[in-house]
């Protein structure tokens, strides 16, 4: 009976074990972390290859890096071993244990280093999360001088430790490094640890990262924050970020690196917006040497913000700003604020070594660089300048470069589109055209003059307006008094203007009109002829372009044509007059010898004209002496 019930117990502890282990699961419960040691059942207690560099070891899976960083942490640096991803892993935000770790006694500080040679191969590790605060966190907390990682892509780098007091660390890919970091990208970093050295690639450099790209940032707190190096002793070069860190509590940001404690930073393009109490587009602060790199971002600190290195006590040389650096909130008067809308030097003593340029439309060619030799860049006309060691055609630079750009539009002659990053100023240019002349752009309902700084946050278009400009009167000529003989007369209105111009001429008997238009007459000169042309006249020019028109009218002609004497061959082509003839006091002003019109008169009447003439005069001499002699009766 005893033995029945013993079994029985053992039946029904059986069954309860394994009804916890299926309802776990059936519940979807994760019971995987990458923190736990790797003797324990279900981890790898081995990774296959060898190690040399022509059979690497093989990483396939997250247990095979949690493996690893078991092992390093144990102590074993794997120095000069190779490894290689050989596929996509996600650790689907698991509690991860960095590869490698800096533990900070109170007397001693250890260390646990990795300095292995680590190949992504191009692959991606998702999802990285680090919760269990530490002072280095990232996929890789440390990598010695003998160490690299390259070629690899992570996907999602959370970090949250939240409000720390005085307690210093690190985070990045590769939290600490001393060795070399290539070729890696990061997008998706979330880091929440207000005392610690943030960068996206690494927390603090001591050796070289090179290629490497930070592509976006969920949110970012830290004491110093770059976007490729939270503190860097070592070499940053050809690096890229790309990302905006903006989030509240950031003490200083740098679009590459945080601060620069006697490092180099060169060939390196960010295009980010930064936001912190103290900003550079490069660097917060810098005592090392910052050489070839441009920013292309926003930059907005709270006390200043400059476009290269807001404190520089180091060195900064050809090097270019392209965008919107201010500062705001508190005032606070010394040369290290930028208070103006384009970047002004860090600071005054080494303004001479930073070159800032403003956005223009299209690309910058290299003579309009601004004092920026054309050496170490790459200045094709489609795009602004970037170092020409980032590759600038790889898709990540072209990504960058065009990820928060912003399409506008000249709607003028030259119909022009480019792009410009969001939040970056626009100096609108002043433009020509014949004929006219531009008085400015409107965008909506807003005018702008030639000169205008706009801020650019969407896609714009620009209208161009012009006014067409006055036609100009140059003078007046031709015969408005004459004695017709036979001749045309004409008269002409001479106008200029950069574009055609039409003409109409008007006449009227008297200067107070009406006048009344002359058909098919358009031309400047004007041809009269006859007497019956007499009169006022005046030409009128017309300019018409673009839906606007402006006239311009001539003085008046007054145009006087009268009768002469005509040969008989002339008489039958001497037209009527039709207008009133100057009063005739005598006839003895009139010729009335064989050569005077009066002649054709005879024909009608063969009585001597002349002896009309003066039997008139008679008779009124012989009223005249009548009066006489009865007024002496009288």
Not at 110 to 118: L, S
Not at 140 to 146: E, K, L, R
Not at 364 to 385: F, H, Q, V, Y
Request: net charge negative; with cysteine.
């Amino acid at each position: 009976m005893a033995k029945r019930v013993s079994s029985l117990a053992i039946m029904l502890a059986v069954t309860i074990v394994l009804a916890i282990f299926v309802a776990v699961f059936a519940a979807g419960v994760s019971v995987a972390s990458y923190a736990i040691d790797p003797l324990e059942e279900g981890v790898s207690d081995t990774l296959s290859g060898s190690g040399t560099h022509e059979v690497p070891y093989k990483i396939s899976s997250g247990d095979d890096l949690a493996y690893l960083a078991a092992q390093v942490n144990g102590g074993t640096d794997y120095d000069g071993e190779y490894f290689t991803l050989t596929k996509d892993i996600d650790l689907n935000d698991s509690e991860w244990t960095p590869i490698g770790k800096i533990e900070i006694g109170e007397t001693q500080t250890t260390t646990k280093v990795f300095n292995g040679i680590f190949d992504g191969g191009g692959f991606t590790v998702s999802n990285v999360s680090i919760s269990t605060k530490t002072v280095a966190a990232g996929l890789f907390g440390y990598v010695g001088t003998g160490g690299s990682v390259k070629n690899l892509t992570i996907s999602g780098l959370t970090a949250a430790f939240g409000t720390t007091t005085d307690d210093m660390g690190y985070v990045g890919a590769v939290a600490y490094n001393e060795g070399a970091v290539a070729s890696v990208t990061v997008a998706n970093l979330n880091i929440n640890a207000p005392d610690y050295f943030v960068g996206g690639i690494a927390g603090y450099n001591a050796g070289t990262v090179s290629s490497c790209t930070l592509t976006s940032v969920t949110e970012a707190t830290g004491k110093y924050i770059g976007g490729i190096v939270g503190t860097n002793a070592g070499t940053v070069t050809a690096c890229l970020s790309s990302a905006s860190i903006t989030s509240e509590g950031i003490e200083n940001a740098g679009g590459i690196v945080g601060t620069n404690e006697s490092g180099t930073v060169e060939n390196c393009l960010a295009t980010g917006d930064l936001k912190a109490r103290q900003v550079g587009g490069i660097a917060a602060y810098n005592t090392g040497s910052i050489t070839t790199c441009a920013f292309y971002g926003k930059a907005e600190g709270i006390v200043g913000a400059a476009g290269i290195a807001y404190v520089n006590n180091g060195t900064v040389s050809n090097s270019l700003v392209a965008a919107n650096v201010k500062a705001t909130g508190e005032t606070v008067e010394n040369e290290f604020v930028a208070e103006t809308v384009y970047a002004t030097a860090s600071n005054a003593e080494n303004s001479s070594f930073v070159k800032y340029l403003t956005p223009e439309q299209g690309g910058i060619s290299a003579d309009k660089m601004k004092g920026i030799t054309a050496e170490g860049w790459n200045t094709a006309s489609d795009r602004l300048p970037v170092p020409e060691s980032l590759a600038r055609n790889t898709a990540a630079t072209e990504a960058a470069l065009l990820s928060e750009a912003k399409v506008v539009t000249l709607d003028d002659v030259t119909a022009e589109k480019f792009n410009l990053y969001n939040g970056w100023y626009l100096v609108l240019p002043a433009r020509e055209k014949a004929g006219f002349s531009f008085i400015g752009w409107t965008e909506g309902e807003s005018p702008y003059g030639p000169g205008a700084e706009v801020v650019i946050s969407e896609d714009t278009t620009f209208t161009a307006q012009w006014v067409l400009n006055e036609i100009v009167f140059v003078s007046q000529s031709g015969d408005v008094s004459k004695v017709y003989d036979g001749q045309e007369s004409t008269i002409t209105a001479e106008f200029t203007h950069d574009l055609a111009i039409t003409y109409e001429w008007f006449y009227s008997l008297s200067e107070k009109g009406p006048f009344e238009k002359i058909d098919g007459a358009n031309a400047s000169s004007l041809s009269l002829t006859n007497v019956s042309s007499s009169g006022i006249y005046y030409c009128e020019a017309t300019v018409s372009a673009d839906g606007l028109t402006v006239k311009k009218q001539s003085g008046n002609f007054t145009v006087v044509i009268s009768k002469a004497d005509y040969t008989e061959e002339q008489v039958g082509t001497v037209p009527s007059f039709e207008g009133t003839y100057s009063k005739i006091t005598t006839l003895e002003s009139y010729d009335f010898g064989n050569s005077s019109p009066f002649r054709w008169f005879r024909k009608f009447f063969p009585f001597p004209l002349e002896r009309l003439v003066r039997n008139a005069d008679r008779r009124r001499e012989n009223l005249r002496g009548l009066f006489q002699r009865r007024s002496r009766k009288l």
